[in-house]
């Protein structure tokens, strides 16, 4: 298995544009999780899904934060509108039945 | 409040000395706890996990332990090696299932 695949890896946006970032899971892991990372907060979770369905959605900053998981290969974070305090590594993360996560790369988000 | 407290934003230490990392946290009761490394530029990658009721646990070079009545795991690289230079996050489960991490210790092996 490749592991967990993110894109892009880099995104430049300008503020108020619609950002939307991928990741397709390890397969067979039940458990997809977003993480952000920023120098001043360490690795925060956002969101986590199990099964693809949302089960703690509480590390979400605000409503222009949203995720989906419309099948067990794919999910996506999408921010809208894009604000310059969003920009941050975001990462990807599956395993199975929460036990050892496997990052993705990553994907570099800055807002300008 | 929940709280993961890694004793120190860096650590420098020579090559073939043995390094060790603290990882407190207070009001939680986790599952288990794991450690893991992260490369500049890049994720997290997990190297070990210790479950309450283990005390100790090795991998090659590697040893953490976990004292739930301190509510600490020391994690532990014997000699250390320049390529064991990078970030080394503790992370728990905080019974939602999902790992929330400390902020990381940077480890330099100067050769």
């Known amino acids: 298995d490749a592991g967990v695949i993110q894109s892009p890896r880099h995104e430049v946006t300008e503020m108020g544009q619609e950002v939307t970032l991928r990741c397709k899971p390890i397969s067979g892991h039940d458990y997809l999780f977003w993480y952000r990372q920023t120098m001043m907060r360490g690795l925060e979770l956002l969101i986590y899904?199990?099964?693809?369905?949302?089960?703690?959605d509480s590390g979400m900053p605000e409503d222009r934060f949203s995720a989906k998981m419309p099948n067990a290969s794919f999910s996506t974070l999408k921010i809208q509108p894009s604000e310059p305090r969003d920009s941050a590594v975001y990462f990807c993360a599956s395993s199975q039945s929460s036990a050892e996560a496997f990052f993705g790369q990553g994907t570099r988000l800055t807002v300008v | 409040s929940q709280k993961i407290e890694q004793n120190s934003e860096a650590l420098n230490i020579q090559e073939g000395k043995t390094a060790t990392l603290t990882c407190n946290y207070t009001n939680y009761s986790p599952a288990y706890l794991q450690w893991y490394r992260q490369d500049p530029g890049r994720g997290p990658v997990f190297l070990l996990l210790i479950r309450e009721n283990e005390k100790e646990k090795r991998k090659e070079r590697l040893k953490v332990t976990f004292d739930t009545t301190l509510k600490q795991s020391l994690f532990h690289i014997t000699a250390s090696q320049p390529a064991d230079s990078a970030t080394y996050l503790c992370a728990l489960d905080t019974g939602r299932r999902a790992l929330t991490f400390g902020s990381g210790t940077r480890l330099q092996v100067q050769p």
């Open positions: 899904f199990n099964n693809n369905v949302p089960i703690d």
